[in-house]
């Protein structure tokens, strides 16, 4: 662990959440299906050109879609949202900040050590979810596959707080990470992960 004072800092889990969101927008029947299920894009220009357009949770994951996980939130439910954030620990599960805007630099918070803990509960499957429902999140979460490596992870963004979390498979041996810097989860991204 670097910076362990840092590391049990709660911050907005920012674009991280969508992990947990994706969680629970599959259990609760908000969403049906990662790749098929389709929101579609309410004609307002956003700054980032790949979310101006129709998208699917994991198309939605993929590109960071912002306004795809607030309106899945918004389906979702402030009690059914509040009742799984409870179930699973994340972070002062607190949802008060507004049912599209809790987790972006709002009430929600979270510190690197719970982000490791949650991503090591999904990785495993003891999360309080389906396992199909587990299993296509981490599925969603792949940003890179080699031969004997898999790299799972989601960036998040906001406040001028950068997340990179998720695991690595290499071989027999996966690896939890949770990096947060003061800058972009693209520049916590780039940093080398090192175990």
């Known amino acids: 662990m670097y910076n362990q004072k840092r590391?049990?800092?709660?911050?907005?889990p920012q674009s991280t959440f969508k992990v947990a969101n994706a969680l629970i927008g599959?259990?609760?029947g908000a969403v049906r299906d990662d790749e098929y299920d389709i929101k579609y894009w309410d004609g307002v220009k956003r700054?980032?050109?790949n979310w101006n357009k129709d998208h699917?949770?994991?198309?939605?994951?993929?590109?960071?879609?912002?306004?795809?996980?607030?309106a899945m939130a918004r389906d979702i439910g402030e009690e059914r949202m509040?009742?799984?954030?409870?179930?699973?620990?994340?972070g002062n599960e607190d949802i008060s900040?507004?049912?599209?805007?809790?987790?972006?630099?709002?009430?929600?918070?979270?510190?690197?050590?719970?982000?490791?803990?949650?991503?090591?509960?999904?990785?495993?499957e003891s999360l309080p979810f389906d396992?199909?429902?587990?299993?296509?999140?981490?599925?969603?979460?792949?940003?890179?596959?080699?031969?004997?490596?898999?790299?799972?992870?989601?960036?998040?963004?906001?406040?001028?707080?950068?997340w990179y979390a998720g695991f690595i498979k290499h071989e027999n041996k996966t690896y939890i990470f949770s990096t947060n810097i003061e800058g972009t989860g693209l520049e916590a991204k780039k940093l080398p992960i090192v175990f």
């Open 131 to 162: 396992l199909s429902v587990m299993r296509t999140v981490k599925r969603m979460m792949i940003q890179e596959e080699e031969k004997h490596a898999t790299l799972y992870g989601k960036t998040g963004s906001g406040s001028g707080i950068g």
């Open 26 to 28: 599959l259990q609760t």
């Open 7 to 12: 590391a049990n800092k709660r911050f907005a």
């Open 47 to 49: 700054e980032i050109d």
């Open 82 to 90: 509040s009742h799984w954030v409870k179930a699973i620990h994340y």
């Open 56 to 70: 699917t949770l994991g198309s939605g994951m993929r590109d960071s879609v912002v306004w795809y996980y607030q």
């Open 97 to 124: 900040g507004g049912i599209d805007q809790f987790w972006l630099s709002s009430t929600l918070r979270i510190s690197p050590v719970e982000q490791v803990h949650f991503l090591k509960q999904l990785y495993e």
